[in-house]
DNA sequence: TCGCGAGCTATTCGATCGTATAATCGACGT
DNA sequence: ACGTCGATTATACGATCGAATAGCTCGCGA
């Protein structure tokens, strides 16, 4: 417990600061925590296995800022999604939000892996990921979609619990199996062709046709 | 001498093999592949860890058989669906299915976390679980369930690959982020009361509202 | 010209990984 | 009583893990 002379250099970043945060996100993404090695990330990153105690101290350090990196495009998603469209009724609102989070997730599929591997299990990591953004996301999907009105298929009653993990499932699990699904049926699910018809079943399903009246 | 002296039949009940099976599948879905070491798994079973090598030889052969095991009580769950409703309508059979499964994932997280764990990455063990078992769900859910009819509230010529995935992570995700959603809800999904709220949820989506009483 | 520090590599350490091997324990047939 | 054999433990081996440390390279201000 002698004084583990800390490494923080605040200097501005590096391109090979960003190639490591970039492939580390993969890699977690793919092989888990514990199976993303240092030595493959570094490798990955075309760089020496110093370099990750050199630029973030620790595994853990690197994690967490290759995970909060996308936890910041999620947010200007999010924000891009609330803000934009002035004149958006609530029901349109939706289908546009679901659009683009769809487009996200096909894109960065390394993102919904991360968050569903680390929130299965008990752990700091599972909890910085909650306290850092999940519950930020679940009570924007809970006031600004369900409790707004944009999702007309589903019970006006409904605990939000259930609304968010039935709507973050049917939006993310084909982009998170992708592999599965290309063996399963031939068919890459990073396909722009797949990425739409995925979106207009989710709006579909969850929206509906905006017809006159909006009873459940 | 010197032995760690004296000898409790830890006996819980179940032969070691058994045993061990159930608490492989258990780390499995916690830790993920790499993260469950042949020593945790033995620990858990509460047996030495050269028994894996002794009943299953390698921890690979270990990781098939605890998963073909579970793999088996989906077949007879789903074999119990199908052929459980000659009276019922097709719309009942999907409420019911969807009920089956939901109460069957909520007991037993542990499965999906593994499928979904294994399905995101290429590997010999994704290869197996497609080619074992996601195949047969997928032409079940595709043909018993979609083109059956069972399913009135998606489109009917969606293609099955979306229906699949959106049906599949809308019944699994609240389960399998079991961990995750204890914090951010502080409720816990395998309770009684919040696994029914689901499977309502579920049927008021897909299906359409859910007649009270019905023959489980 | 030279020093010097940031970026990067090479090497090493103790811990832990999966697996192999031999010894020990305990029940049972003879 | 003794030998046998499956179940189990103890121990060891090579590989790899995350991390620490020392040294190298090189652009650049003084």
Not at 19 to 32: D, H, I, S, W, Y
Not at 53 to 70: H, N, Q, S
Not at 186 to 205: C, I, K, Q, T
Request: charged share 30%.
């Amino acid at each position: 417990m002698a004084q583990p002379a800390p490494r923080e250099r605040l200097q501005s970043d590096a391109p090979t600061r960003e190639r490591m945060l970039g492939v580390a996100l993969e890699a977690f993404a793919e092989l888990g925590y514990d199976g993303a090695s240092t030595r493959a990330i570094a490798a990955r990153a075309g760089v020496n296995q110093g370099m990750i105690p050199y630029y973030f101290g620790t595994k853990e350090a690197l994690w967490r800022e290759a995970v909060g990196r996308a936890f910041e495009e999620v947010r200007a998603l999010m924000e891009e999604a609330r803000a934009g469209g002035s004149p958006l009724d609530d029901r349109a609102r939706a289908e546009q939000m679901i659009r683009q989070v769809v487009r996200f997730v096909a894109r960065r599929p390394e993102f919904v892996r991360v968050m569903n591997d680390e929130g299965k299990r008990e752990g700091p990591r599972m909890e910085w990921i909650v306290d850092h953004l999940v519950r930020e996301v679940f009570e924007v999907v809970r006031d600004q979609l369900y409790r707004a009105g944009g999702l007309a298929r589903l019970p006006a009653d409904l605990d939000p619990l259930h609304l968010y993990y039935i709507l973050i499932g049917a939006i993310t699990m084909l982009f998170h199996q992708a592999p599965e699904c290309q063996r399963l049926t031939g068919r890459d699910p990073s396909d722009e062709e797949v990425v739409e018809a995925h979106a207009d079943a989710l709006v579909a399903l969850f929206v509906g046709e905006p017809p006159r009246s909006s009873p459940t």
